[in-house]
């Protein structure tokens, strides 16, 4: 069974901190993302990466960095925390072709 | 530009009766579908999927419509449960593009 986990399941920070999400997948997969769910806009796609050191931004990069040193590591990095990135954060990883599978999310309350 | 619509928030049914819900796409080079569901604090988990090449697939009591030339998919429940009742979000790719695409989100209630 491919596992994704995320470090935090809910995260509580204030203004202007550097927040860093961890994900870890253990299916060798190539391809890793970092999403958020808000209501009524679904899932947004972030930053995604198809290699080590690799990333491509989604469509809403703006005040996120990402940083991919190992295959099985992807880390979404709120340089400098704001109240409107206050969200739900879901990683998901994927072979090229296949299914992506998503880790249990990280609900962020930035205060 | 959402590429990917789903322009039902919620929907309601009851048990034993089918749910239908809707996804259309604006991006022709989208060629493969799928749907996830999602239940309250947990992440999304595979339901179904469909290649371009194909107009139907099923599994059990779901089955995805596609219509390429309306861009439409469709995912029916037949019967529905009310362990059904999550958020289905409708998702689609590319092939050679590593990013996937997903709509907004239905909110299925299933009711006794």
């Known amino acids: 069974d491919v596992k994704v986990t995320q470090s935090s399941r809910y995260l509580v920070k204030r203004t202007g901190e550097k927040v860093f999400l961890e994900c870890v997948q253990d299916?060798?997969?190539?391809?890793m993302f970092w999403y958020r769910q808000d209501p009524g806009l679904g899932l947004r796609l972030i930053y995604f990466?198809?290699?080590?050191?690799?990333?491509e931004k989604g469509d809403i990069p703006e005040g996120y960095s990402v940083s991919r040193e190992k295959k099985e590591r992807f880390s979404l990095i709120l340089e400098s925390a704001s109240t409107n990135q206050t969200s739900m954060y879901l990683c998901?990883?994927?072979?090229?072709?296949?299914?992506?599978?998503f880790g249990p999310g990280t609900r962020l309350l930035v205060l | 530009d959402q590429q990917v619509k789903q322009n039902s928030p919620s929907l309601s049914v009851q048990e034993g009766r089918i749910s239908i819900l809707n996804c259309d796409y604006t991006?022709?080079?989208?060629?493969?579908f799928l749907w996830y569901k999602k239940y309250p604090a947990e992440g999304p988990t595979f339901l179904i999927s469909?290649?371009?090449?194909?107009d139907k697939n099923e599994d059990g009591r779901f089955t995805v419509f596609l219509n390429k030339s309306a861009k439409h998919l469709s995912l029916h429940i037949v019967p529905s449960q009310p362990g059904d009742s999550a958020v289905y979000f409708c998702?689609?790719?590319?092939?050679?593009?590593?990013?996937?695409?997903f709509g907004a989100g239905t909110r299925l209630t299933v009711k006794p």
């Open positions: 998901a990883s994927r072979r090229a072709t296949e299914t992506q599978y």
């Open positions: 299916m060798d997969h190539e391809n």
């Open positions: 990466s198809y290699d080590v050191k690799m990333k």
């Open positions: 991006n022709s080079m989208f060629d493969y």
């Open positions: 469909i290649s371009s090449i194909k």
């Open positions: 998702a689609a790719s590319a092939f050679n593009n590593n990013d996937m695409r």
